[in-house]
């Protein structure tokens, strides 16, 4: 499922240890969806440090209250599903679950086809300043704009528990390229650049950034029957 077409959804992140792969469980989960039809669909991101995030888009805020497995329980059995969790738990660091919600009155451009890479922005706002935050998002966009930048990218907000923040998603081919778009951007923006980032650390707690690639192949898409 292509990252543009995630609007609400919940995003479970997976850190693995150990030898197995962990994409042959997400593998696994796929097969068994593909073999019984279940009517749902997620898109996959692989970071560099042997974690996994996996976003399914959902119909709003009631869906978070259904199982979203009922449909895969039904068809392979509680017990067949329960193996499958406990195989995939017996490889797992540490696990995180939460919602995500595109932005994108506060993001640039789409990402074409082939640009798998990603480099991701994680920033969590200071107490009180979520609205300052996002409107200073917008001045980004803005000056994005105004230049013309080469760099796309995509923002969402996100909630763990009680932690909240965005996460910023740049797209390019590969590490090679995000490099060369980000300074071609960072050079037409010039002082601007130095300017809105520093306003930004004022409002931020902390931030992060975290480099990886859409997987699509790990992804799953229902497709009904003709």
Not at 19 to 27: A, D, E, Q, R, Y
Not at 151 to 177: L, S
Not at 188 to 213: A, D, H, P
């Amino acid at each position: 499922m292509p990252e543009t077409l995630i609007t609400f959804g919940i995003a479970f992140f997976f850190s693995f240890v150990g030898t197995i792969p962990p994409g042959t469980l997400s593998l696994t989960i796929i097969q068994l969806g593909l073999g019984n039809k279940i009517n749902i669909a997620w898109s996959t991101f692989v970071f560099e440090d042997n974690s996994y995030g996996h976003v399914l888009p959902v119909k709003g805020t009631a869906s978070l209250e259904k199982d979203l497995w009922a449909e895969l329980k039904s068809k392979i059995g509680q017990e067949a599903f329960d193996k499958l969790v406990s195989g995939l738990e017996a490889s797992m660091e540490s696990k995180k679950e939460g919602i995500i919600v595109a932005m994108p009155e506060h993001s640039y451009l789409d990402p074409a086809p082939d640009e798998k890479f990603r480099l991701s922005l994680f920033i969590f706002p200071l107490e009180g300043k979520e609205s300052d935050t996002e409107n200073l998002f917008l001045e980004w966009k803005k000056s994005y704009e105004e230049i013309k930048s080469p760099m796309a990218y995509h923002v969402y907000k996100m909630q763990y528990g009680n932690d909240k923040g965005y996460v910023i998603n740049f797209p390019a081919k590969n590490a090679a390229e995000m490099e060369q778009k980000a300074s071609e951007s960072n050079q037409l923006l010039g002082e601007t650049s130095s300017r809105l980032w520093k306003k930004q650390m004022s409002l931020t707690k902390r931030y992060y950034w975290r480099r990886g690639y859409f997987a699509p192949e790990l992804g799953y898409k229902y497709t009904a029957a003709n």
